[in-house]
């Protein structure tokens, strides 16, 4: 693991929810961008050393709805930043590691993403980012 790339946020509305951030917390709004693969769409603020990732659901079958439903808004995962990433699931599942994606897919920015399960890394859903071929 190479950084910590962003913590995930899931939110009802990224409109609602973004003042608290920009004007309240007086942090700067990077963009927001539509991710098909995984039902959401994604503000990206810059907090300074580490991006903060309000993910709303963009539909009832988006497991950003499903979150929210059970447990609230709040901290969904805590994103890794690595480079060859199927490299380093393939040394995970080696090592026994439960993965949820053991292929990488498309993420927000064109960056490869895929997760770890949160019974492999005591409760903690973490996000493998690999920005190699997307932007930074």
Do not use: C, W
Request: net charge negative; no cysteine; hydrophobic share 40%.
């Amino acid at each position: 693991m190479e950084n910590i790339d962003h913590i995930g946020i899931a939110v009802k509305s990224i409109e609602e929810s973004l003042p608290y951030y920009t004007d309240t917390l007086g942090l700067k709004l990077l963009h927001i961008e539509d991710v098909p693969s995984e039902k959401v769409r994604v503000a990206f603020i810059d907090s300074g050393n580490v991006h903060l990732e309000l993910l709303q659901p963009i539909d009832e079958t988006s497991a950003i709805h499903s979150f929210i439903e059970k447990k609230g808004e709040g901290i969904h995962h805590i994103a890794f930043g690595v480079s060859s990433i199927q490299q380093r699931l393939d040394e995970l599942k080696e090592k026994g590691v439960r993965l949820i994606q053991e292929t990488a897919k498309a993420g927000a920015h064109g960056a490869q993403v895929a997760f770890i399960h949160p019974k492999s890394s005591r409760g903690v859903l973490y996000e493998l980012v690999d920005k190699t071929g997307g932007a930074k």
